[in-house]
């Protein structure tokens, strides 16, 4: 079967560095997305990693490895706007993105 | 990166009556579009997919009756919810992808559309 899980919520100081995990199992696999969600709005696209290690994007990064069935992505001096629900998501066999239930992010002061 | 535009962003309407929703890829083709509804405090849940040209394939659970998508052109696709009521209130976005070459695959999406049956 399919499956990924991510932490429900999560919270982290301004300026701080908070890492998110997702992990997944499939038997197919064409790739992991992880996407940021804002309340009330579409989610926007964050970074993309089919290959395993490490890919940095500005003050996110995101890692995956295949073997593990596991990702995180790495949000660094963490800002208020920061504050969001963080979605993993995994590309099927089928080029289905299976979704996870999503991380809420809160930044505090 | 590739625009994705959804209208309405807003719609309000009466128990009973249908409703159109439009999602259109402004600078580029894409072959297939999907459908996807989100309840409060709940995930993306994907409705449809559907290819140019082809009839939608709906997820288990989702009436194609009721739900129904059309994929007219590479840039244009539209689900229009009929008979609508109040338990379809809901977060509707969609999204859309080209697979060309090299691509990854990056999913675009629209800027949602917030329907509510009265």
């Known amino acids: 079967g399919q499956n990924i899980d991510q932490p429900t919520e999560m919270t982290a100081t301004e300026g701080a560095i908070v890492q998110i995990n997702c992990t997944y199992q499939t038997s197919g696999f064409n790739g992991l997305f992880w996407y940021q969600q804002h309340a009330g709005e579409a989610p926007t696209f964050l970074s993309y990693?089919?290959l395993d290690g490490l890919e940095e994007k500005g003050r996110f990064s995101s890692f995956l490895s295949r073997s593990k069935g596991y990702s995180y992505l790495l949000l660094k001096e963490l800002q208020m706007k920061d504050s969001a629900s963080y979605l993993c998501?995994?590309?099927?066999?089928?080029?289905?993105?299976?979704w996870g239930a999503g991380t809420k992010l809160i930044i505090k002061p | 990166g590739a625009v994705v535009s959804q209208h309405p962003s807003w719609v309000i309407c009466k128990s009973g009556t249908s409703v159109k929703i439009e999602c259109r890829s402004l600078?580029?083709?894409?072959?297939?579009m999907f459908w996807y509804r989100q309840f409060p405090k709940q995930s993306l849940m994907l409705m449809a997919t559907?290819?140019?040209?082809?009839?939608?394939?709906?997820e288990q659970g989702v009436e194609k009756d009721k739900f129904l998508i059309n994929h007219a052109s590479l840039t244009l696709s539209t689900l229009t919810v009929t008979s609508a009521h109040p338990e379809d209130s809901s977060f509707y976005i969609c999204?859309?992808?080209?697979?060309?070459?090299?691509?990854?695959?990056?999913?675009?999406f629209g800027e949602g559309s917030r329907l509510t049956v009265l």
């Open positions: 990693n089919v």
């Open positions: 600078d580029f083709q894409a072959t297939t």
């Open positions: 998501a995994f590309l099927d066999s089928n080029y289905q993105l299976i």
């Open positions: 999204s859309a992808r080209t697979l060309t070459q090299g691509d990854t695959g990056e999913l675009f």
């Open positions: 559907s290819n140019e040209g082809s009839k939608a394939t709906y």
